[in-house]
């Protein structure tokens, strides 16, 4: 468990980095919402100072006073215990509150929860594991905040830059090989006292038959053969809800690929650049990363597999899909109350990532962090790497 300078201390810098994320960024940009997965970044400012005010300051604080009685109909997300919210659909709706309005609120719950640190100097643990949850939850929302903002600005017809220093394609410096993993039992999910979510909690056994992984991720270069090869276009590498998710909205490469005079190019929050072959490949769905592995005559790893492997390769530059359905592991259970919503109900129709990406804020990236998706999402830094 954290001890509670320290957790001051992280609180304090993650608020700092939300905002720095966020200071790129234009006043027009803050309220933009092109697709329901995409948030304004105005909203997550106030979502994660949401988090916070209600779950801490409320409960824990006497004679708490709430900045503005909206607050929670406006920033709730998906907690249905907490009461009404905005639907997802219509956050970008919300010119009001104004920008400077959501800087104020953050400001004002930030101050509150550092003077309840100040004044009371020996929080008890119940306290202290709710305040570092908001703060990983907030890391989270950088998260989002980066590929939301490149959502935003890679849409926008201009192709505008974000910044010229964050750097989303570095590349592996390692030979690729095959790493072979003998058949036996083995150990999954998360055994320190560190952080970590409930979804990786309650360590079990596994037994795996023997195996081998790619020591590197898929470039794109490799998964440019596959385009050019006609992939996209040989039914019988696709899933059949694939197939049909292909065709209905004319998926020919990967998200934020665009071909200009017969020469590919990505868009990157650093403006539209030449395709690097040698970067690894990202913005790709389950859908094609399971393709790919077809077309290659092999496969992707379970989760299980990634996380027995994991200490040797080199991982964290893209979420990695894996062949693994979004369930509890043995024995879980959801918390009581509305944090009880956090992670268990949306054990359904997901598939399973490993690793964490460019945009994973710091101290925020374990070999046992399960991260979920819907198998057609492609705005996040996913990526794939092989197995056999």
């Known amino acids: 468990m954290i001890s509670q300078h320290r957790l001051l201390n992280l609180f304090n810098d993650t608020r700092a980095e939300t905002e720095n994320i966020c200071s ?37 604080q006497e004679d708490y006073k709430l900045y503005d009685p909206n607050s929670a109909y406006v920033f709730n997300s998906y907690y249905e215990s907490v009461g009404d919210k905005v639907i997802r659909t219509d956050r970008g709706n919300l010119s009001r509150p104004t920008v400077a309005w959501v800087y104020n609120y953050r400001k004002y719950v930030t101050r509150e929860l550092q003077d309840f640190f100040s004044n009371n100097p020996e929080l008890s643990k119940e306290i202290l594991e709710v305040i570092e949850i908001g703060c990983h939850h907030e890391k989270q929302h950088q998260e989002l905040l980066y590929t939301d903002i490149k959502y935003i600005l890679g849409n926008n017809p201009l192709l505008p830059v974000y910044n010229d220093i964050f750097e989303e394609n570095p590349i592996e410096d390692t030979p690729p090989e095959w790493i072979k993993i003998p058949e036996g039992v083995y150990e999954i999910g998360h055994k320190n006292e560190d952080f970590s979510y409930d979804n990786e909690l309650g360590v079990h056994k596994v037994y795996l038959k023997d195996f081998e992984i790619s020591s590197t991720l898929v470039t794109n270069g490799e998964y440019l053969e596959f385009i050019n090869a006609g992939g996209y276009s040989k039914v019988l590498l696709w899933h059949a809800e694939a197939w049909d998710w292909l065709n209905s909205n004319n998926i020919t490469a990967p998200f934020y690929w665009h071909q200009i005079d017969w020469e590919w190019h990505q868009y990157t929050l650093q403006g539209l650049i030449k395709l690097s072959a040698e970067a690894p490949l990202s913005h790709i769905s389950y859908y094609e990363a399971y393709a790919y592995a077809q077309w290659k005559g092999l496969r992707l790893p379970t989760e299980f597999e990634w996380e027995v492997a994991s200490d040797k390769f080199n991982w964290g530059s893209r979420w990695e899909w894996t062949e693994s359905a979004y369930s509890p592991y043995p024995g879980f259970k959801t918390a009581e109350g509305a944090l009880g919503e956090y992670n268990g109900k949306f054990m359904v129709n997901q598939k399973v990532l490993r690793g964490s990406s460019v945009a994973t804020s710091r101290d925020h990236a374990r070999y046992t962090y399960r991260n979920f998706f819907h198998p057609h999402l492609r705005w996040q830094f996913t990526g794939l790497r092989l197995a056999k």
């Open 24 to 60: 790129f960024l234009e006043i027009e940009d803050y309220v933009v919402q092109p697709v329901v997965d995409v948030s304004p970044p105005k909203w997550h400012l106030g979502h994660t100072t949401w988090f916070f005010e209600e779950f801490v300051l409320k409960k824990y």
